[in-house]
């Protein structure tokens, strides 16, 4: 049974047609890095499947899972990266469906909060002020964020936009660590293509309309991908 579905999708701005005639799905455990050029559709189709923008036409189908039950990692802002809070705050903004109505947070959510920092190695960091960390600092703890909503499907919208390489590298291989390990389903958008597509089981590319959708290694052998990736090597040191 797939993941989720998309049958068709339509979704027009104003008059603006911004995803055409969309369809793919996904099982269990892939891998979707979804690439194309800027204004293509990608964080459209992200915010769609989220429910925060409405379709036209078409439709999404998730298996047995409600739209509190994604973690989401969005677009980074230059306001959001001086949220002035700690990281434990910022991460427990994540457990709020969790917690229900209640003035403060239970000790079984903030155990959660405290295991996904863990997982993503950012445990030391929990009394820290959330300004005050590094560009990859902060996507690690934006990650704990969302998988206290989820332990199936991530979905991130350039995760390592603003990122070193090295915090880049880092990133990737923790994504990957989440996908293989905690056999989490990741959606995942990058205009850092080489990298992201080698590690991704399969790849959407947009140009509003499906150009490809397919498997990676069917991806990097189809003319669409050998002429958007272009011949240069992939220069991550992450998994491939
Ligand atoms: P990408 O993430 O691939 O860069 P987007 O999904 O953000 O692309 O945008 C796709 C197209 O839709 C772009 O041309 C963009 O200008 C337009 N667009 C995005 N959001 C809105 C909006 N809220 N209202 C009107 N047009 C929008
Ligand atoms: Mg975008």
Redesign the pocket.
């Known amino acids: 049974m797939a993941v989720v579905s998309v049958k068709n999708l339509c979704v027009v ?2 008059g ?1 047609e ?2 055409q005639d969309l369809s793919f799905s996904l099982e269990d455990g892939d891998y979707l890095c979804v690439v ?12 769609t499947l989220l429910g925060l ?1 409405k379709q036209n036409s078409g439709e999404i189908i998730y298996d047995n899972l409600k739209s509190a039950q994604i973690g989401y990692m969005p677009q980074q802002t230059a306001i959001q990266r001086d949220f002035p809070a700690s990281v434990m705050e910022v991460v427990l903004t994540g457990c709020l469906k969790l917690n229900g109505r209640l003035p403060f947070f239970k000790k079984s959510v903030k155990e959660l909060a405290k295991k996904n920092l863990e997982k993503v190695g950012a445990l030391a960091l929990a009394d820290k002020c959330y300004g005050e960390l590094s560009g990859g600092q902060q996507q690690r703890v934006l990650l704990a964020r969302a998988l206290c909503s989820t332990e199936k499907l991530l979905i991130l ?1 350039e995760p390592v936009a603003n990122l070193d390489p090295k915090a880049t590298n880092e990133l990737y291989d923790l994504i990957l660590k989440l996908n293989k390990e905690q056999k989490i389903t990741v959606i995942m ?1 990058s205009h850092d293509i080489r990298c992201a597509v080698l590690q991704a089981s399969k790849v959407l590319h ?1 140009d ?1 309309t499906p150009v490809f959708f397919g498997t990676t290694s069917d991806y990097i052998n189809s003319p669409e991908g050998r002429k958007f990736l272009g011949h240069e090597h992939c220069l991550c040191g992450g998994e491939s």
């Open positions: 701005y104003d603006f911004a995803i194309g050029e800027n204004g293509s559709g990608k964080s459209t189709l992200i915010k923008v919208d958008v947009l509003k």
